[in-house]
């Protein structure tokens, strides 16, 4: 009886394979390729931001929620005071008012906290401390 094994019937059901040769060469141009793209995507990218910087921009972000929640949530508050005590439309107005007045507040004390310390970073004569490293 003939042997019926895998590996004894010639494989005509896929493509042919290289020779080892040719797919060690082709690891090695995609190896290349993968090094230049590397190396050109490497040349595009920004350097790293500064670290005040971020600090600045999330204090921006988290100004602009504050302000944002304070309106939402009183505006929750007024509509749910006139539909409780019938008042439609003066609390929903009133509250609405104190959130604006509460989001400005918060604006004004974020911004003079960040003068505080812009001012105690810089050095008297209103030089910088790392200016004169």
Same mark, same amino acid.
């Given at each position: 009886?003939?042997?019926?094994?895998?590996?004894?019937?010639?494989?005509?059901?896929?493509?042919?394979?290289p020779?080892?040769?040719?797919s060690?060469?082709d690891?090695?141009?995609?190896?290349q390729k993968?090094?230049?793209?590397?190396g050109r995507r490497g040349?595009?990218?920004r350097?790293?931001?500064?670290?005040?910087q971020m600090?600045?921009?999330? &204090?921006?972000?988290?100004?602009?929620?504050?302000?944002?929640?304070?309106?939402?949530?009183?505006?929750f508050?007024?509509?749910w005071?006139?539909?409780?005590?019938?008042?439609?439309p003066?609390?929903?107005?009133?509250?609405?008012?104190?959130?604006?007045?509460?989001?400005?507040?918060?604006a004004?004390r974020?911004a003079?906290?960040?003068?505080r310390s812009?001012?105690?970073a810089?050095?008297?004569g209103?030089a910088? &401390?790392?200016?004169?490293k």
């Amino acid at each position: 009886m003939a042997d019926d094994t895998p590996a004894s019937r010639p494989d005509s059901s896929g493509p042919s394979r290289p020779p080892v040769d040719d797919s060690h060469a082709d690891l090695a141009r995609l190896d290349q390729k993968l090094a230049d793209v590397q190396g050109r995507r490497g040349a595009d990218q920004r350097p790293e931001a500064d670290p005040r910087q971020m600090q600045q921009v999330g &204090k921006a972000w988290s100004l602009a929620i504050e302000m944002v929640a304070a309106v939402v949530v009183s505006l929750f508050i007024g509509w749910w005071v006139d539909r409780w005590f019938g008042t439609a439309p003066w609390g929903l107005l009133g509250f609405i008012l104190l959130g604006v007045a509460a989001a400005l507040w918060s604006a004004i004390r974020t911004a003079l906290v960040m003068q505080r310390s812009q001012e105690a970073a810089s050095g008297p004569g209103g030089a910088s &401390k790392t200016e004169g490293k």
